[in-house]
């Protein structure tokens, strides 16, 4: 009999190795990045609309991706610039890109056409990391810690529930930047 709960890994009366214990520490991360996937299918999406939009004809108005994190919008004149921006942010919203990602220029003439440059902006910076820091620490359960590491923040805590409500504690506050949970565990 002994040797069926053996092989099964039960054992009375003495541990069995460390692989099947519980980690000591639960932890997530808490980053501020853009599905680059959806921000290129949303500026598509924006970019044919506005080719086949009737009050965008004639008008030269046209989106495009500026290097790796920029968006360049044209157009013949401010509002339509302005209402392209409104097409490539309503995109955004629908394909679950936070708005808060964006850094929307202000519209200049450039020759006879006027640009926007938007910039995506990803990560967080060591000030916001600071702020969150000291939110979890004044507002958030006892024995929680959280360490920068880059442009992330770790999150670290001897009990689940604790992390569950530093997450609930921060997605009530209103950050001037995106924020999401990852790699809980």
């Known amino acids: 009999m002994s040797q069926l709960w053996d092989d099964i890994g039960v054992t009375i ?3 069995r190795s460390s692989l099947y214990t519980m980690p000591s520490e639960s932890s997530f991360d808490i980053v501020s990045k853009i599905d680059r996937q959806e921000a290129d299918n949303a500026l598509n999406q924006a970019a044919k609309e506005i080719s086949t939009r009737f009050d965008f004809r004639g008008v030269g108005a046209s989106i495009s991706w500026s290097g790796e994190h920029g968006v360049d ?3 013949n004149s401010e509002e339509r610039a302005k209402a392209a921006l409104d097409v490539f942010k309503d995109k955004l919203v629908k394909r679950g890109v936070s708005l808060k990602h964006l850094d929307v ?3 200049k003439p450039s020759g006879k056409e006027y640009r926007i ?6 990560g967080i910076t060591q000030d916001n990391a600071k702020k969150i820091s000291k939110i979890i620490r ?4 006892s024995g929680v810690r959280a ?3 880059g442009e992330e923040l770790r999150v670290s805590s001897k009990k689940k529930d604790d992390l569950q409500a530093v997450i609930s504690l921060l997605k009530g506050k ?3 930047f995106a924020v999401q949970f990852t790699n809980y565990r």
């Open 147 to 149: 360490q920068v590491q």
């Open 117 to 122: 440059a938007v910039t995506l902006k990803e």
């Open 174 to 176: 209103d950050f001037d």
């Open 13 to 15: 009366g003495r541990r």
């Open 138 to 141: 004044d507002e958030g359960p």
């Open 73 to 75: 919008i044209r157009a």
């Open 105 to 107: 220029g202000d519209p």
